[in-house]
């Protein structure tokens, strides 16, 4: 498991080096807490948020981004996509609410309940389910509700209720029932972070509508009607409603290419850095690592780097990514293997044994981001974040 152990970035490389040499990712909490005031401030002002740290905080860790925002209060609260992790942030003390985004399966609804996580709901049965553990729960002299968020789909065919009468029967079940309260309606667009913005504006105006709708037919207001993602906050300002979901962007990554970053100011905050743990001078000839698909064509020094697809650093890098030592391009020689991969360091007569080496993030005024490393490796960036592995120690950065 990891800590969440806090340093200043002063004494980051020193702490690396002594304390966390063969690998460790360097979370800047500075640079996502302004990443998230920048995005709140291209909105609103009485606009909240919702802070989405779903697969342990997009992999830079739920808790120690959750407890960091605890205290700002344009945040609502989190989402996450598992009760399992709702419950991981609720021991370590976070108390705003939390929004489960997918299905949660039955046997969980005592945990939900209890500690006031709330389900995105589009299923009869959940209704029901939910209805009779409360029941029970009133009886032993419980007198809360259950807080609900209906999910509607609009975009995705994933989860959710369609917008039409079928979907609007189901709020108006959700609506009547004793112990549930709807305190949200929300849904998710599938084409937010494209150039192209009419189908995302057109889904938009499907789940207005169906809002509208529902309310007049039931007479009430739901609480917190949302549906902007990270492209949305940038480049639909009309799709902001009560609050809006901040993922990808709040880590300082883009949601794609064409979603421009000039309006909102987000700096990245991941960096990824290993020590070398071998040098050596082998003549021309020499294959390198499994299969042999790298040999040397000429005299070459070369560096093993202790990291390895185990770690989740891409396999599909071999011979294509690069490392940087003492700011300089270090590329990758032959397959990355489980827990090591060689590089290049023929042009970098001053790197050592001992050395820092950047995977991800700044090495002198030279910087790799995980986009760039995404297109080497043909991966999508936030799966690259994702698949940190656990094994990877986390130091976090502050003030
Ligand atoms: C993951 C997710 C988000 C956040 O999306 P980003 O593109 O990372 O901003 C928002 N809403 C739902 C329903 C999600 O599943």
Redesign the pocket.
Known sequence: MNSHEIVSRLKLSEKMALKYPRVCAAIDLDAILSNMRSMHDNLKPETKMIA?I?TDGYGFGAVPIAKMLETEDYIWGY?SATVEEAMELRDNGVVKPILI?GYTFPFSYDTLIDNEIRPAVFRYDQLEQLEERALLKAKTGWNGKVKVHIAVDTSMSRIGVRPDDEGAAFVAKALSMKYIEVEGIFT?FARADEKDLTDAISKKDIFASFIERVEKENNCRIPLHHCA???SIIQIPQAQMDMV?????MYGMK?SEDVPTDKVKIGPALGLYSHIAYIKDVPAGVPVSYGGTFVTDKPTRMATVPVGYGDGYPRSLSNKGYVLIHGKKAPILGRVCMDQFMVDVSDIPEALENDEVTLIGWSGDSHISIEELGDLSGRFN?ELACDLNPRIPRLYIRG
């Open positions: 989405v779903k989402a985004l998710h993602n990270s492209a979901r901040a993922g990808v962007t949601p936030y």
